[in-house]
């Protein structure tokens, strides 16, 4: 199953690669600007950006760091996010690999800072790939990460899965705060600090880049309108003339560190 599901990741972003590159959410962002803040990168440190998407995360860091490897599960992806980084210029200190977050194909140790950005709740083992984060950062090397944050109401978290699965079925979950400070304390980490930061989608725009036929948009569309109040509440929906304008979510970004040594 874990090799039929990759294989729809890699042909699902392959696919998607050119939107995902374009998107303004992903180029730019809170969470993107509270990274750099809580990391610190320096020109010492050599960093890895797993499941590196349009290469957004990569190209920041890479002025404020000696070398940065853009790595994801998708040859398509990496190639648009090798030509996005290019064509931005002024950076040449990126390398593209791909790579399995949950299989690195990096030493123990190799790295200093690790990023990565809105990917896990595609992950089928989250608790493997943080321990691969894990074991390729130095001791005392740091880390953030950022994922969707999963609504404490049960109510608002069952009709978060339904409206992803319906629009990406590579989405697996979303989780709470708990279970990632679990998750990543589980792996070996020292949590330093978690952000909650809210990210407004442009409906439009987010649905299509996801693939969908317009009869799927339509649903979906339709799956918002008709949301219950909490769930309205909650995302901050907004609609016009029955059809959805923009939606917030939430991102928990979790910044962490491996332990130095003793």
Wanted: aromatic share 8%.
């Amino acid at each position: 199953m874990t090799r039929e599901f990759k294989n729809r990741v890699r042909e699902r972003f392959g696919r998607a690669a050119d939107g995902y590159i374009r998107d303004a959410g992903f180029a730019t962002g809170d969470d993107l600007n509270t990274m750099v803040e809580l990391l610190q990168p320096s020109s010492d440190d050599n960093m890895l950006d797993v499941a590196c998407g349009g290469g957004h995360t990569a190209l920041r860091f890479a002025p404020l760091v000696r070398s940065v490897v853009a790595s994801d599960l998708s040859m398509v992806m990496l190639k648009k996010a090798q030509e996005y980084v290019s064509e931005e210029g002024g950076v040449d200190n990126v390398i593209f690999r791909e790579a399995d977050a949950e299989d690195l194909p990096f030493p123990a140790g190799a790295f200093t800072l690790l990023t990565c950005r809105i990917a896990p709740h595609h992950f089928p083992d989250v608790p493997r790939a943080l321990s691969e984060f894990h074991r390729v950062l130095r001791r005392g090397g740091r880390m953030a990460l950022v994922d969707t944050l999963m609504p404490s109401d049960p109510e608002v978290a069952e009709w978060h899965q339904e409206m992803e699965r319906l629009r990406d079925n590579t989405h697996i979950r979303a989780f709470t705060e708990e279970e990632w400070t679990e998750m990543v304390s589980a792996a070996g980490f020292i949590i330093h600090e978690t952000v909650v930061v809210e990210k407004t989608h442009d409906f439009p725009a987010w649905a299509s880049r996801g693939g969908m036929s317009r009869n799927d948009i339509s649903e979906l569309n339709k799956l918002f309108v008709e949301a219950p109040n909490k769930v309205q509440d909650y995302f901050q929906i907004e609609t016009f003339a029955g059809e959805v304008e923009t939606y917030t979510d939430q991102k928990l970004l979790i910044y962490a560190s491996r332990p130095p040594k003793k």
